[in-house]
């Protein structure tokens, strides 16, 4: 198994200009989220997904959007970059929609944004 | 709500030293606690966890940590420090029964081994 895989691993942007992260995982599992880490920081939650059709904001939403259309895909949108989004993408997935925090979440290797 | 303070942005020891990396955490529930690992250039990977059974944690690679609910507390420890274990460590808190959108992280330890 792969686990969870990110596309691109780097990647620059101007300010306005717009992208997709990309996420898949492999373990077929239920839940996945998108999160972001600043330098000194822990990580945040952007926007989480229980499963394929459903998608529910995190802790820091704005200028953001997902979709979960399949099962193994969690693309993360960046409609209108802004130098507030340079940060470490991290997605991550965990087995079941209930069971609580006790599932263990899987991270991908995360992609490094930077917005010029 | 939750919350999770790391104390100390920065642990340097010897190898072979013990390694103590503290975690205190706020919960008005009774929490589900974590210590996630990040290496340079990868993502967080699981070290051990707390579900309110034993509180005591065994993980992996000799990491251990205690859950002293008095102290508000979920220190990592380990005996002896392998060069190995240079990382970022994080300390995360989950209110128990919730699913896990509800992790709060802490902002992390940096941990340097000297050899």
């Known amino acids: 198994n792969a686990g969870v895989t990110q596309t691109p691993k780097f990647r620059i942007l101007k300010i306005g200009q717009s992208m997709t992260l990309q996420c898949t995982q492999d373990?077929?599992?239920?839940?996945m989220y998108w999160y972001r880490q600043d330098p000194g920081m822990g990580l945040k939650l952007i926007y989480y997904?229980?499963?394929?059709?459903?998608?529910d904001k995190g802790e820091v939403p704005n200028g953001y959007n997902v979709s979960r259309s399949t099962t193994e895909d969690f693309p993360l949108r960046l409609e209108l970059a802004a130098p507030s989004q340079t940060s470490v993408y991290f997605c991550a997935s965990s087995p079941r929609a209930s069971g609580g925090g006790t599932d263990t979440q899987y991270f991908g290797p995360g992609t490094r944004l930077t917005v010029l | 709500a939750q919350s999770v303070t790391q104390l100390g942005s920065h642990v340097s020891v010897s190898e072979g030293a013990l390694v103590l990396l503290r975690c205190n955490y706020s919960s008005s529930v009774p929490p589900y606690l974590f210590w996630y690992v990040q290496y340079p250039n990868q993502g967080l990977q699981l070290l051990l966890k707390y579900t309110s059974a034993a509180t005591l944690v065994k993980g992996i690679n000799g990491f251990e940590a205690e859950f002293k609910k008095s102290e508000t507390s979920f220190h990592l420890t380990k005996p002896s420090a392998h060069m190995s274990d240079a990382a970022e460590y994080f300390c995360?808190?989950?209110?128990?029964?919730?699913?896990?959108?509800?992790?709060?992280f802490g902002s992390g330890t940096r941990l340097s081994i000297r050899p």
């Open positions: 373990m077929n599992h239920n839940y």
């Open positions: 995360a808190v989950c209110p128990g029964y919730s699913s896990a959108s509800k992790i709060i």
């Open positions: 997904s229980v499963g394929a059709g459903i998608t």
